[in-house]
Structure formats: structure tokens, C-alpha cells
């Protein structure tokens, strides 16, 4: 939120593929359920990219940057952290740029 241009945006989705997405910069919200197919690759990748051992960043916010907050929720437990700084795993870029990619295409 803030910086230059002030987005905004939140996904939420079950593993059924129920999906709220929203981009509070320009108050739109949609609700939608992904395809099978989105489910069965997004699944995987979240496992992949091991959230439960992903850690927040203790650096200072970057100037401008864009921060980045995951929180998976599986049974009663959530594991989250928010991220200044893209970090250097794969698996956690690849599961960013695919969940980036579903938001961009539901909040257009």
C-alpha cells in the first residue's frame, strides 16, 4: 500500500479453487472459482515452495518496493511472512509470479 502508485491488491483461495480477488485502489472486488487445471498447478507449487520454512525478511522496507505478504492456511495452522525482497528460492518466485498472474487476470 502506498509508494508511487498505491496498490493494493489481496488473493484469497481455498483448495477447491474458490477465489476472491481484490484490488482496493480502484474498490473492485471479483469472485470467481479457478479451473481444475489452475488448482492442479497452483497445489504443487505452493507445497514446493515451502512456506512453513519461508521466513519474513528483517530488512527495511525498500524505498518505492513493493511488499509481498503470503499466508497459507492448512487445517487450523497458517504460515505466512511478508517479504520486502524477492527471495532467492525458485519455487517461491515461480509460486509469485503464478499467483501474480492470477491477480492480474481477475482484478482487470
Known amino acids: ?3 508511487l502508485v498505491g496498490y493494493n491488491q ?3 483461495m481455498d483448495s477447491k479453487g474458490a ?3 481484490e484490488d482496493k485502489r ?3 472486488t471479483r469472485q470467481d472459482t479457478l ?3 489452475d488448482v492442479a498447478r497452483l497445489l ?3 507445497r514446493a515452495a515451502n512456506l512453513p520454512a519461508l521466513k519474513s525478511d528483517q530488512g527495511f522496507p525498500v524505498p518505492d518496493g ?3 505478504s503470503l499466508k497459507v492456511t492448512s487445517g487450523s495452522t497458517s504460515y505466512g511472512a511478508t517479504l520486502n525482497r524477492l527471495p532467492e528460492s525458485a519455487d517461491v518466485k515461480a509460486l509469485l509470479a503464478l ?3 492470477l491477480l492480474y487476470d481477475y482484478t482487470k
Do not use: E
Request: hydrophobic share 60%; proline share 4%; aromatic share 0%.
Open 19 to 21: 477465489l476472491v480477488a
Open 66 to 68: 513493493i511488499v509481498v
Open 1 to 3: 500500500m502506498g509508494g
Open 99 to 101: 499467483l501474480d498472474a
Open 44 to 46: 504443487p507449487m505452493i
Open 10 to 12: 489481496r488473493l484469497t
Open 26 to 28: 480502484v474498490n473492485r
Open 35 to 37: 479451473t481444475a487445471s
